[in-house]
């Protein structure tokens, strides 16, 4: 045990005082902050390269449907259709949009261009086309378009979890965010950190380190110490970050909103300007769907499903180490061990975050080498606490199976060189008697 302690040490000072450690660790919550604030400024601002689409309108019903913004512009065309033919030939840039005269029977509007125009510059021109056509089909009714247009509910689902003790405020678009999160971190550090041991284990073993250290302590104790150790820098690095990002997302909310909250309350009574900030500023919606989500309990739980799908992982990464002596021969094993993270992350999108009681992601949920992602996607939704512990001491399990089932790859594979490894190689090392 006082070995494998050391061992553990060893892998996580190593780890945990390199400057690229400490680059990465307090650079990526900053990196990640910047590229959503970059994404969103971009998003609103639009693109440098607006298209002018020419409008031939023959039926006479849209003249003044078209309004320009950040997508398109429109412009009314006097050219005849074959005309407006020929300059699209001429130019590549031209966009033209022919609306027949008896649109109401033929029903269809073509874009003629060179180049097919972007998704946006199609559904702004539809939008735009089927409301004027509504209010042309209401006025032929008989109908008023715009007191129509004034009967508009906003009506909202408040989502209300109740409990023993009360009623409590929830947020389904908060529970799905964490869930996303909490399953992207973990899928991530599976890979990250499950590869860090097998490059570890090549490197010594390649080396020919391994067979020094082999001397003095047992292969079991060598594998568990470098998967425990690596794990702890994974953990650390995982709070830093929850941490960081949290104390940076305040900062910038803070800054953000700033000036909008000065403004909207600068003209109330003092004593109107605390409550008008604390439940109706800016951004207060994020907030409070924020605050519905229950963090002490979902991050011990994420520790927990952290941890023991990593160890479970490891131990699968590390017997694959043993068995290769080279970043290329592990391919052909890779596939089988992260063929069940990557089926759960894509149904985690597709269909637990829509169906987090169903039988499929009850199941995910529940089997060791899928529930750390599954079982974290459900979990802000609310999962019985039978089948949280049943899919925890299920995990805790299938580590035990896994580590086992490694060590005995493990103990063979640290030491054979030269040898092309196949599956049926290992099951021979695997039934090797002590």
Known sequence: MNKTLLIIKREYFSRVKKKSFLIMT?????????????????????????????????????????????SVNFEISELSLTEAKK??????????????????????????AQKKAGLSVISSIERQLNDQMRIKLLKDAGIDSETLDKIK?????????????????SSSGAAMAVGFAAAILIYMSLFIYGIQVMRGII????????????SSVKPFQLMMGKII????????????????????????????????????????????QVEAVSTNGPGMDIVKAVQTVQWTY????????????????????????????????????????????????????SFIVNNPDSSLSFWLSIIPFT??????????????NWEL?????????????????????YRVGILMYGKKVSFKELGKWFMYKE
């Open 26 to 70: 307090f650079l990526v919550p900053m990196l990640i902050i910047g590229m959503y604030a970059l994404i969103f400024a971009l998003s609103m601002n639009g693109g440098d390269n607006i298209p002018t689409v020419e409008v031939i309108d023959e039926s006479g019903i849209f003249e003044k449907a078209f309004d320009n913004n950040k």
């Open 298 to 349: 979902i991050l011990p739980v994420f520790i927990v499903f952290f941890f023991g799908g990593y160890m479970l992982y490891s131990a699968l990464f590390a017997a694959v180490g043993s068995a290769v002596e080279s970043d290329t021969e592990t391919q052909q094993f890779m596939l089988p061990i992260t063929l069940p993270l990557l089926f759960t992350y894509i149904m985690s999108f």
């Open 229 to 272: 150790g690596i794990g702890c820098v994974g953990l650390t690095q995982f709070m830093l970050w929850i941490v960081l990002s949290a104390s940076l997302m305040t900062v910038a909310t803070t800054i953000l909103f700033k000036d909008k909250v000065e403004q909207v309350t600068s003209e109330m009574p003092m004593n109107k």
């Open 389 to 409: 512990a049943l899919s925890i001491f299920l995990l805790i399990g299938g580590f035990i199976f896994t580590t086992w089932v490694a060590s005995r790859i």
């Open 153 to 169: 509910p906003s009506l909202s689902v408040v989502s209300k979890e109740l409990t023993i003790e009360g009623e409590k405020d």
């Open 203 to 214: 490197e010594e073993k390649t080396s020919r380190i391994v067979e020094v250290i082999i």
């Open 87 to 112: 300059k699209v030939i001429n130019n590549e840039d031209a966009f033209v949009l022919y609306i027949p005269k008896d649109i109401s029977n033929e029903g269809s509007i073509e874009m003629f």
């Open 371 to 384: 529930s750390p992602i599954a079982m974290m996607v459900r979990l802000p939704f609310g999962v019985p």
